[in-house]
């Protein structure tokens, strides 16, 4: 009885493979099923065995599995056999999982059989998710650190409409605190107040939208529209360091698919950089330049650049390394995450000397890429 | 001479909030003249224009503590009232250190700000007044002979009319006719005023700010 005693050696190797392991017929009936596909299905092999193999599925794949099977037995052209795909298989309770099916046609075989390894993907896709999850809650986290860094302009700015408010209020109580006041006079401070209250809200408001989105979500945008939504914010940041802030941006850029939260705080990183490199020294007027230009190849190319001393040559070979940071207070992960963010979106974030003086960062973004998004 | 009327001077870079203080100073009759930037004041700054300074700490291009250096150089004695935003403590303390009169951090009370005003230009109008009166005693001072300087250093240094009289080879009576001139062409009425005059005018320091 050798026959019995080959059967029984494949039986136990079949039970061995940690992989699930069905075989079909043709017409997608189930004929074997080992002991890792009990377990991974939640099925005993005697209760499916002579079923079909669409109860593993759901309803999607079933159809398309149906599909593959009937294209394959009329033209024996394989399309999936011998290469892996990504399925949703269904167990026994109806919940599903991630798996990944191989296909292999049983050599010799009429009308053919068919092998199906499925391999449980569940924790493997579970490890992606969490290391997805993690970047963006690490870029979310140095987002706030920027801004926090930004704070104290931030602060300043938002004092000066408030100041503005409680001096047009008591200047309004003394025009009126008088026998005949001009009541024109207060009418136009009053309107002042409401606008200065704007003013401050506005400032608010910006700081609210860049702390909030948490979730990465890319759309078509105005490279120039995404850096003027800085400008309140940087523009104190800048007043605070005793800095000029001047964009000079190109009219009539292509639209750029991107994360707007996530180039603003490139953007925001690298100026605040150049503000704190700038606050080192004693240069009569300090200025910082955010430029966007159209590159000849077709791309929107993102400049900061300070008129300060420059990257330390010790150091620009390292700067984009994570933790290497110059400042007492720096955490040493503006850079490199501010890389991680511009590679993302298909582009690239490189350091080149200022001329005269200074440094430059560029941010280079690719007008076509709306396939990797 | 016609007294000028003083003028407030705001420097800030924030349009709203030179156009709140110009309107807050005007609803209690101050005169007010406002500048965006510390540029802008120098190059108008009219050291003969009584009044005082009202001066944002943080401003882009020339910031109000350089300011003020240029001020302290050009030898102005306008009284400077330097207003900061929140945590500006240390450049505050710059300030006073460099000669400010006085500082308010931002939002301030509107009496707070009137009252340091009122303080600085009555400080303004005492610093003008001796500076006006030291130039009449520099002027005077000026009128006097060689002979009737000589009369005035040994007055002010205690000489009686005899001694005077054998140290300078001239009769008493002489001495006595010079002593007059000099105390009139002074205008003092005593031997202390006159004292103080050359002391004031010896020091030749700035009033305080």
Do not use: W
Not at chain 1, 166 to 178: E, F, I, K
Not at chain 1, 304 to 312: L, M, P, R, T
Not at chain 2, 114 to 120: F, L, N, T, W
């Amino acid at each position: 009885m050798t026959e019995t005693k080959s059967s029984l050696e494949l039986q136990a190797l079949l039970d061995a493979a940690v992989d699930g392991i069905v075989v079909i017929d043709h017409l997608g009936s189930i004929q074997s099923f080992n002991r890792s596909a009990e377990r991974l299905f939640g099925y005993q092999a005697q209760e499916l065995i002579g079923r079909n193999i669409s109860v593993l599925m759901t309803d999607d794949d079933a159809t398309l599995h149906d599909r593959f099977l009937a294209r394959y037995v009329g033209t024996r052209i394989p399309h999936i056999i011998g290469r892996g795909r990504e399925v949703t298989a269904k167990r026994r309770d109806s919940t599903v999982f991630p798996a990944q099916l191989s296909v292999g046609a049983v050599a010799g075989a009429d009308p053919p059989r068919f092998v199906g390894f499925i391999h449980d993907n569940t924790t493997q896709r579970q490890s992606e998710l969490e290391g997805h999850r993690l970047q963006e809650r690490l870029m979310h986290v140095s987002r706030l650190a920027t801004v926090g860094e930004m704070a104290y302009g931030i602060a300043h700015e938002l004092n000066q409409p408030l100041a503005a408010i409680a001096t047009y209020a008591h200047a309004c109580d003394r025009l009126l605190d008088v026998p005949d006041p001009d009541i024109e006079e207060v009418q136009t401070a009053l309107k002042q107040i409401a606008e200065q209250a704007v003013r401050a809200g506005d400032i608010i408001r910006r700081l609210r939208a860049l702390a909030r989105t948490e979730e990465i979500s890319r759309a078509p945008s105005d490279v120039n529209t995404v850096i003027e939504e800085l400008t309140e914010l940087v523009q104190a940041d800048a007043k605070a360091h005793g800095v000029e802030y001047r964009r000079d941006l190109a009219a009539n850029l292509p639209m750029i698919i991107l994360d707007r939260a996530q180039i603003q705080q490139v953007v925001m990183n690298l100026v605040h950089n150049a503000l704190e490199a700038l606050a080192l020294g004693q240069l009569d007027t300090k200025e910082v330049v955010v430029r966007t230009r159209l590159t000849r190849t077709g791309d929107v190319e993102i400049s900061v650049s300070d008129n300060g001393v420059g990257v330390d040559t010790s150091i620009v070979n390292r700067m984009f390394d994570p933790f290497c940071s110059t400042k007492p207070t720096g955490t040493g992960l503006g850079l490199p995450i501010s890389r991680t963010i511009v590679r993302a979106h298909g582009g690239a974030l490189d350091y080149q000397p200022n001329a005269p003086t200074g440094a430059c960062f560029t941010v280079k973004l690719p007008a076509t890429q709306a396939d990797s998004a | 001479m016609k007294e000028r009327v003083p003028t407030v001077f705001i420097v800030d870079d924030d349009e709203a909030i030179r156009n709140s203080l110009r309107l807050l100073l005007k609803s209690v009759g101050l005169a007010a003249a406002t500048l965006p930037t510390a540029q802008e004041f120098l190059a108008s700054y009219d050291p003969q224009q009584p009044g005082c300074l009202i001066l944002d700490v943080r401003m882009p291009g020339m910031s109000g503590l350089e300011l003020q250096e240029q001020l302290n150089v050009r030898g102005a004695i306008i009284p400077v009232i330097f207003i900061t935003g929140h945590g500006d403590i240390p450049m505050a303390v710059e300030a006073m250190q460099q000669g400010a009169f006085d500082f308010l951090q931002k939002p301030f009370r509107d009496q707070d700000l009137i009252d340091r005003i009122q303080r600085a230009l009555a400080k303004d109008k005492t610093n003008r007044a001796e500076l006006a009166q030291r130039s009449r005693v520099r002027e005077n001072f000026g009128s006097l002979t060689p002979r009737e300087r000589e009369v005035l250093d040994l007055v002010t240094s205690g000489k009686p009319n005899k001694i005077m009289a054998a140290d300078l080879g001239v009769s008493q009576r002489t001495v006595e006719i010079h002593r007059a001139r000099v105390m009139e062409k002074m205008h003092a009425s005593s031997l202390a005023q006159l004292v103080r005059m050359m002391m004031d005018l010896s020091e030749g320091t700035q009033p305080g700010r």
